[in-house]
């Protein structure tokens, strides 16, 4: 979620893309490089994030720099299927709570 907010959302594609490296992504979001490589490799597996070459080239080392594509899509299912889990577990508890009184 860090790094839709410091994401580009289209509209028209249904992507929210991001030109930040790795290290401006753990500077913006206050944790270590190490986890942000840990988090894209997750999204990257469960096809949530493509990367894409641009043409924009990185300032100090002169390659060209990586877009993070994510779908935002494929997020909302996500986090649909969460709250659904959540409200049925919260659910579940206050029954358990009904039958302990």
Do not use: W
Not at 60 to 72: C, K, N, P, S, Y
Not at 75 to 90: D, F, H, I, P, S
């Amino acid at each position: 979620m860090g790094v839709l907010a410091n994401s580009y959302k289209d509209p028209a594609t249904g992507f929210a893309y991001t030109m930040k490296t790795q290290e401006e992504l753990a500077e913006s979001m206050h944790t270590s490089v190490r986890t942000i490589q840990r988090r894209n490799k997750e999204m990257r597996n469960e096809g949530l994030l493509t990367e894409l070459t641009s043409y924009k080239r990185d300032e100090t080392t002169g390659l060209q720099r990586t877009v993070g594509a994510i779908d935002l899509a494929k997020v909302c299912q996500a986090v649909l299927y969460v709250n659904e889990k959540v409200e049925k577990n919260t659910e579940d508890i206050e029954q358990l709570k009904k039958q302990l009184q």
